[in-house]
């Protein structure tokens, strides 16, 4: 189920260099223990875990945390994610401790692993593994792809896309490193992985580990002709988790899916599967002038494809409506607390009807904090 390359493309010599001069911020570590130690009144010995943090950062450079505080720093890096409109649960995150694993080998095994245990039946968990992190004598290891499940792209000689163009370039990463696929619509991409030093790992999931839905429409019985189908967990996997000053650049976590998530961006999009058009066009919508609205039509009608299926399959998914008023809740306990809750309005508002949904009607805190899930640099 895993294939090693050699002779590939070594991790770049500069940004090894980059990482290997890093050391840990020793502000931002002691900004961390303390809103550790803040929220967690019994940890106690908060003094002296700062001198330990300060003795090992001025030794080697960084520190390690406690398994406390890596579970903490990562449920608050969700707390803190502005994107998300779903962090009601934030405090419910299972955190796998993987930080022994380095190598690629251990990574893809891990990933599989994560996959299995967040999917469980078809009860999506919240759930964050956290791999080795960067520190002065090494890089850690990182995931190449942007979610753990993607769909291939391929490329015709046309200029024409079959599967999902956003992941086109990725596709062509993966057939250079010896990967074939099906030339399928829905072809699962193995994960690429870069250890810390060394040559990229193709892992290609096991089908047990990624579980999909077929959709079907509850009304519509040619819906299911259209072929459609989407994974069930949205796993990201290409941002770093920080965590008072250490990065944790391999850290793979998902939530579950919204329904829009899916049925108005990854379906509905131009850029994406663009399936507007041939819902509309089976429903005998007039797509001859905007006025008849026929995009809104067909969007309502993907998207509760999308709902059903899903619940018709006894997979988690959450709907735009339910969740705009438990992210109104959880910004209510958060203010409750004397916490900020960042939000950017672009992201929280949902693509399908955002106007009639009550996180439309008010203007959001922009801050950026920390511990937080972030892009590398």
């Known amino acids: 189920m895993r294939t090693w390359i050699t002779n590939l493309r070594p991790f770049d010599a500069l940004a090894v260099q980059a990482v290997l001069e890093r050391t840990t911020d020793l502000r931002e570590a002691e900004r961390f223990i303390r809103l550790f130690h803040d929220e967690n009144p019994k940890a106690g010995g908060m003094n002296a875990r700062l001198r330990d943090v300060a003795r090992d950062v001025a030794r080697h450079g960084t520190y390690t945390h406690t398994y406390e505080e890596l579970e903490f720093g990562a449920r608050v890096a969700w707390r803190n994610s502005n994107r998300c409109i779903g962090r009601l649960y934030w405090r419910s995150l299972k955190v796998r401790d993987r930080r022994q694993v380095t190598t690629a080998e251990g990574v893809a095994l891990e990933c599989v692993a994560h996959l299995r245990e967040a ?18 004598a090494r890089p850690g290891p990182r995931i190449l792809n942007d979610q753990l499940v993607r769909y291939a792209g391929y490329r015709n000689r046309d200029g024409s896309i079959v599967g999902d163009p956003r992941n086109v370039e990725l596709t062509e990463m993966a057939k250079a490193l010896g990967w074939s696929g099906r030339f399928g619509r829905f072809d699962v991409l193995p994960v690429i992985i870069q250890p ?9 999931l096991p089908g047990d580990a990624v579980l999909e839905v077929p959709l079907v429409h509850p009304e519509y019985p040619w819906f299911e002709e259209l072929g459609l189908r989407w994974h069930a967990v949205p796993a990201i996997s290409d941002m770093c988790l920080e965590i008072g000053g250490i990065c944790y650049p391999c850290a793979p976590f998902n939530g579950w899916y919204m329904g829009t998530e899916i049925g108005a961006r990854n379906l509905a999009d131009t850029g994406r599967y663009d399936q507007l058009e041939v819902v509309a066009d089976r429903l005998g919508l007039d797509t001859s002038t905007e006025r ?66 009550p996180v439309f009607h008010r203007y959001y805190d922009t801050s950026v904090l920390t511990p937080a899930f972030v892009h590398h640099r």
């Open 292 to 357: 008849t609205l026929w995009r809104d039509h067909a969007l309502v009608e993907l998207n509760v494809a999308v709902l059903y299926s899903f619940e018709r399959a006894g997979v988690t998914m959450t709907d735009h409506h339910t969740e705009s008023r438990r992210f109104l809740t959880h910004l209510a306990r958060e203010e409750q607390a004397g916490r900020v809750c960042p939000a950017d309005w672009s992201w929280i508002v949902p693509p399908l009807s955002g106007s009639v949904t």
């Open 119 to 136: 999917t469980g039946n078809g009860k999506i968990r919240p759930t964050v593994t956290v791999l080795a992190p960067d520190t002065p």
């Open 196 to 204: 810390s030093m060394g040559d990229p790992l193709l892992c290609n």
